[in-house]
């Protein structure tokens, strides 16, 4: 073996053992050398051409509104349902926002590249959001990853895209305006795909800082309405809920008041369950965050109803002191099968085994977010999986169906670029690249799908609207 020093012979090139299986046990084979998976993404084009994604139309096997909407009650608090029909029966947008199995369920029959990645399951509009970090700043991502799951990368910008369409109409956007959001969205997928893509490895992991994301999406006209959520999100703490949700009780403590519906106290022994069950979850969050919690006391624990989506699932909050006083609110949530998993198989993607919801959910997230909850786990209260984060951890969102005319491109072109940088975590992001191009082909497709599923879910709101008013279905609304 020639050995060289600096300035004299070359050295002979060092020949390192590989670990059996890394690249495909770390990253599903996206370390291995020996292919390239660009070319394997433009290849795809040929059995998948990107135009053909503009397809839609509906089986003949697919349940009617109300069905749909009584299939996905099932298992949940039957005295909450009528709430949550209530809240999707509000408007299309609504509708969609709480009925992603359906939607699955159609998309099983779209063109697919078989490339997989962890998605969302809802990457629906209003699911982008600000929250707070470690270091008390604010990070703007996916919010919510209650039917995460690894499937289509497809089924979640066909999601956000259609989702943009609904939410532009309900806000009075024209019909020109809408589908460019669609468009965009899909755009900005694209081009961030594209950029993560020529990244080293570990810069594309932690690409597009939230201060550069406004410049990278050209989202200028969206500043002042993120700066006005922002100094909103900044105020929306454990501290300011707990002072409007609590009072002082005669030890010296604090508990929760009854505030129904969203609010209200519970029985001692269905408290001390959930209380009890915060054991489990320590074991589950990171070591090092065990002293903190350390230093808080359980003082109450209360029901609260959560959002659309998932209404009439069990969801607590728990009030912890520290020896100042200070609170800490815990969300204890139920962990439902995702509503995709059934509709996977017949597209080749089969779930792996879940051993805990709850920690479905968590790792789901984790894989997605650049930054998350340093709090998050999960834990089992009877024998029902739950996961734990932190309650108004400066949580902020845009109401995408209340934006300007003018903002709802923008805030499409944001919502795309951070789908792709959470797809580009768990899939090779030079493979989707690959089969994206540079062209608009795909922009254009998933713009058209968007239109018609928009208006199929309009119909859809309609005839649930309908099946409300005919008694089929029971709704707290005015419907």
């Not at 270091?135 to 979640?156: A, K, M, Q, S, Y």
């Amino acid at each position: 073996m020639a050995v060289g020093r600096q300035g004299g012979a070359a050295q002979a090139v060092r020949r390192l053992p590989q670990v059996a299986g890394f690249a495909e046990r770390a990253g599903h084979g996206a370390g291995r050398r020996e292919e390239s998976p660009k070319a394997a993404g433009k290849a795809l084009r040929q059995r998948v051409p990107r135009s053909a994604h503009a397809g839609f139309e509906v089986s003949a096997d697919r349940p009617d509104a109300v069905r749909a909407v009584e299939e996905s009650n099932r298992g949940r608090i039957a005295e909450l349902t009528p709430m949550r029909v209530g809240r999707m029966a509000a408007s299309p947008f609504a509708f969609l926002r709480g009925s992603a199995g359906l939607m699955a369920h159609d998309l099983v029959h779209t063109p697919l590249t078989g490339i997989g990645a962890q998605i969302c399951g809802d990457a629906h509009a209003g699911n982008f959001g600000l929250y707070g970090d470690a270091r008390g700043g604010l990070v703007i991502d996916l919010n919510d990853f209650d039917e995460t799951v690894h499937g289509p990368w497809e089924w979640d910008l066909k999601r956000l895209a259609a989702s943009l369409v609904l939410a532009g109409r309900e806000a009075g956007a024209d019909e020109d305006a809408c589908r460019t959001a669609a468009h965009d969205a899909a755009g900005a997928y694209r081009r961030t795909m594209r950029l993560l893509a020529k990244l080293p490895a570990l810069d594309a992991w932690n690409a597009i800082a939230d201060e550069r994301l406004v410049s990278h999406t050209d989202a200028q006209d969206l500043v002042g309405t993120l700066r006005r959520v922002s100094e909103k999100a900044r105020h929306n703490t454990s501290g300011r809920f707990a002072a409007r949700s609590t009072e002082a009780d005669e030890e010296g403590g604090r508990r929760f008041v009854d505030a129904p519906p969203v609010l209200r106290r519970i029985p001692d022994a269905e408290a001390e369950a959930v209380a009890a069950s915060l054991g489990g979850y320590l074991e589950t969050v990171s070591p090092d965050r065990l002293p903190l919690l350390g230093r808080y006391a359980i003082h109450d624990v209360a029901f609260r109803v959560v959002g659309t989506g998932s209404v009439g699932t069990r969801s607590y909050v728990v009030l912890l002191l520290d020896h100042r006083g200070e609170p800490l609110v815990l969300q204890v949530k139920e962990a439902r099968p995702s509503a995709l998993v059934p509709h996977l198989p017949a597209v080749g993607f089969k779930p792996p085994a879940v051993e805990h919801e709850g920690r479905r959910v968590v790792l789901g997230q984790k894989r997605m977010q650049v930054v998350s909850d340093i709090l998050l786990g999960w834990t089992t209260v009877g024998e029902r999986p739950y996961q734990v984060r932190q309650f108004r951890n400066r949580k902020g969102s845009v109401d995408p169906a209340e934006l300007a005319a003018d903002q709802i491109d923008d805030y499409a072109r944001m919502t795309g670029a951070l789908l792709a940088r959470a797809h580009a975590h768990s899939a090779d992001p030079r493979r989707i690249a690959g089969y994206c191009g540079k062209n608009e082909q795909l922009d254009e497709a998933v713009a058209a799908f968007a239109v018609t599923y928009a208006d199929r879910t309009e119909a859809d709101h309609a005839e649930l609207v309908r099946g409300v008013r005919a008694g089929r279905v029971a709704a707290e609304s005015g419907v």
